[in-house]
Nanobody, 123 residues
């Protein structure tokens, strides 16, 4: 059974940092794109960023570009989201996801989803 388990969420002050992790189990995703989405209260889920299976290419939403960094460790079947210079508007539930390609990821055509982890940024 495939599982994606996020961790690392929490409460942080504006300007602070958090690092989210998403560990996959049940199969190997070394040939899949992995990424992150978020959903704030009352808003639709939005793409945050994604990383190519090789780790060589990353893509970000304009709202997080320059502040968030995605990386992956295929040996650990894990994807990370380093979030710096956090803003109150980054408050949301963050979900990791897996898709066959980054374009599929950005199109919300994901094969697997995590259960989400809450990130709250106080002003």
């Amino acid at each position: 059974q495939v599982q994606l388990v996020e961790s690392g969420g929490g409460l942080v002050q504006a300007g602070g940092s958090l690092r989210l992790s998403c560990a996959a189990s049940g199969r190997t995703f070394s040939s899949y794109a992995m990424g992150w989405f978020r959903q704030a209260p009352g808003k639709e889920r939005e793409f945050v960023g994604g990383i190519h299976w090789s780790g060589g290419y990353t893509y970000y939403a304009d709202s997080v570009k320059g502040r968030f960094t995605i990386s992956r460790d295929n040996r650990k079947n894990t994807v990370y989201l380093q979030m710096n210079s956090l803003k109150p508007e980054d408050t949301a539930v963050y979900y990791c996801a897996v898709a066959g390609s980054v374009s599929a990821l950005r199109s919300n055509e994901c094969d697997y989803w995590g259960q989400g982890t809450q990130v709250t940024v106080s002003s």
